[in-house]
């Protein structure tokens, strides 16, 4: 089950009261501002009929803890801003990496996934003792690797992630970040991420 991977989202910054800025900007382009407030569902409305741009200002920043394999995928969305932990500066000391349910959950493909692991971090320790610079030892660990980033996006990047990632098409792993970010946006600005 994908929500049983071993990940994190937090949410670190959102927009101060997003959906009140987001109506103003909207009620701006129909000169309707006389009326904020008064429409329950009026972002929803907007949406609904392609009218999105609004919602663009106001954005959110999330940590997440997850492997490099997701990360991968995540700044392919480009609408953004990443920082992410670096493996050229920072040597990653500690075997850390995230083991998929469907390999965890079976007991010889575990096993040799546990021995991959160990042989990947035994090869980066040898080559660090031997004098290689993090930057270039870190060409032997795997896409299992354990990694950290914080990312900032507009609602409407979000809604378009939502979209792609909580798919069945789409990674487990990322379903399971992406059915967290869900989580959270719908809870900070309901009307915008209702219908997702
Ligand atoms: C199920 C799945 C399978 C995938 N498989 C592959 C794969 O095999 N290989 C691979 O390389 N990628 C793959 N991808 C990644 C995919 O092609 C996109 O790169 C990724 O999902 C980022 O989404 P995006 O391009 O829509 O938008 P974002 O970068 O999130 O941008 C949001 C939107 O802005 C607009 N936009 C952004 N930049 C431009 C631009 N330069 N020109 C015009 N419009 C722009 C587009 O409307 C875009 O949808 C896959 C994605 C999914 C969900």
Known sequence: MPDSYDIEVKLLAVTPDSERLIETAGRLCWDTQDKTGSTPDRIEKWLKIGHESMVEHACATFYIRASRVLTHELVRHR?????????????????????????????????????????????????????????????????ACETQIIC??????????????????????????????????????????ADL
């Open 79 to 143: 609408l953004a801003s990443y920082s992410q932990r670096s493996q050229r500066y920072v040597k990653e000391s500690e075997p850390r990496y995230v083991e998929p349910p469907e390999i965890r959950d079976d007991a010889a493909a575990h096993q040799r996934f546990q021995e991959a692991m160990l042989s990947c971090w035994q090869a980066y320790d040898d080559l660090l003792d031997g004098g290689v610079k993090a930057e270039i030892a870190r060409y032997v660990l795997p896409n």
């Open 152 to 193: 900032t996006w507009n609602f409407r990047e979000i809604r378009h992630i939502i979209k792609l990632r909580t798919s069945k098409r789409a990674l487990p792993e990322f379903r399971a970040v992406a059915d967290e970010i869900r989580q959270i946006v719908k809870e900070i600005a309901p009307q915008v991420f």
